[in-house]
């Protein structure tokens, strides 16, 4: 069965601290794609970042940096020295080109 | 470039009535997604439209349709309203598909009572 597990529901830091957030996704697909969506209280979901199965390059940009291991089905998001802006729900998904699915988020709190 | 455009933001329909949500996706994005979220059950895919043709079906019941125009714009309609139909619809829409990944809107609000 697919399935993406955020296990982390709510996570607060001090602003300035490192944060990882975690995601395991379970799939029998041999090709798939893996992203990261930051939902702010605005609502909208904000693309972050996309992986494919094949590609296990770990990726930095800015504070931003994820982790990929196939071996262990995670796709990790860590966020250096947050931000009070970084404060929303991080939703991660796993899928083809046929449908996705969404882990149940975790919301993140940075304070000040 | 201007986003993807829900309308209407927020909607209050009462039990049994039929409601049609709108959306307006990026101009060239071709595919175009609808997805529910809801506090417990967190964001469900319901279908994809692409070039107008349904590609793709979430396990969702048949009070739940939806279509696309030539323009590319969609709409999805729930006929017999329930109240656990109470949600946040999101519209997405891709380039070509749903794993170039997606650009969302701002959503409907959708209240049953």
């Known amino acids: 069965a697919q399935k993406v597990t955020q296990a982390q529901t709510e996570i607060s830091v001090v602003e300035k601290e490192d944060v990882t957030l975690d995601c395991v996704y379970e799939t029998r697909d041999t090709t798939y794609y893996l992203f990261w969506y930051k939902q702010p209280p605005s609502g909208e979901l904000v693309f972050l970042i996309r992986?494919?199965?094949?590609?296990?390059q770990n990726e930095i940009s800015g504070r931003y940096s994820w982790n990929f291991q196939k071996s262990t089905s995670s796709f990790n998001f860590t966020i250096t020295a947050s931000q009070v802006v970084d404060s929303a729900v991080y939703f991660c998904?796993?899928?083809?080109?046929?449908?996705?699915?969404f882990g149940t988020g975790t919301s993140l709190t940075v304070i000040p | 470039k201007a986003g993807v455009t829900q309308t209407p933001r927020y909607l209050i329909k009462t039990r049994g009535q039929q409601v049609t949500l709108s959306c307006s996706p990026i101009s060239g994005h071709r595919s175009v997604s609808w997805y529910q979220q809801t506090p417990g059950q967190g964001l469900q895919f319901l279908f994809e439209?692409?070039?107008?043709?349904?590609?793709n079906k979430g396990n969702f019941p048949g009070r739940f349709s939806g279509r696309q125009f030539s323009n590319s714009r969609s709409e999805m309609n729930v006929s017999t309203l329930e109240l656990g139909d109470s949600a946040l619809y999101l519209c997405?829409?891709?380039?070509?598909?749903?794993?170039?990944?997606?650009?969302f809107g701002s959503g409907t609000r959708l209240t049953v009572v």
């Open positions: 992986r494919n199965s094949f590609d296990e």
């Open positions: 997405a829409s891709s380039l070509a598909g749903q794993s170039y990944g997606y650009t």
């Open positions: 439209y692409f070039s107008e043709t349904q590609r």
């Open positions: 998904a796993q899928g083809t080109g046929n449908q996705f699915y």
